[in-house]
């Protein structure tokens, strides 16, 4: 199934090199693209967005005030942040208007599109729990390490 994502910055270039990227490393993901925080919220009207990638700075509105209206129209969208100021007081600001994850600028596409892709599907990234819950099982097994209480619940 399309997964659509929404990716708002004012830098022409790092909208084109982060769909480039994205496209190129998640098949099934539909990038759309704005340059301002309105074209935006025109997108989010009128496509079945699937996650937001933002910048904070716009030039029409900031990023936390995009964020805020988005949510007011889908409250669950998973947003993400892209940022040259990832201080404790931006990401405290962040978590408030519940966003839960944020990529300090400069970012490598590897980094963005695992973020991505876990978000988008819950059931890769769970996928990817096991395998490693299983292979530090197996390396503990291998060790000695592996203990019959470590799997109580």
């Known amino acids: 199934m399309m997964k659509n994502v929404l990716l708002v910055d004012d830098n022409p270039g790092i909208l084109d090199a ?3 990227c994205l496209q ?7 990038m759309h693209a704005s340059g301002t925080g309105i ?3 025109d997108i989010v009207r009128s496509w079945p967005i699937d996650m937001l990638i ?3 700075d716009l030039p029409d509105m900031n990023g936390y ?8 129209q889908r409250p669950d969208m998973p947003v993400m942040v892209t940022s040259d100021d990832c201080s404790r007081k931006v990401v405290e600001l962040l978590t408030s208007l519940g966003v839960n994850r944020w990529i300090e600028k400069p970012f490598d596409g590897k980094t963005i599109a695992t973020t991505v892709r876990n978000e988008l599907d819950p059931l890769h990234n769970c996928q990817q729990r096991s395998v490693e819950r299983y292979r530090t099982g197996a ?10 209480d470590n799997h109580a619940s």
Request: net charge negative; glycine share 8%.
């Open 18 to 20: 982060v769909r480039d």
């Open 24 to 30: 190129s490393r998640l098949p099934g993901v539909s």
């Open 39 to 41: 074209g935006a919220l």
């Open 54 to 56: 933002t910048e904070v």
């Open 65 to 72: 005030e995009l964020i805020d209206q988005v949510r007011r």
């Open 139 to 148: 390396r503990e097994i291998v060790r000695g390490e592996h203990h019959e």
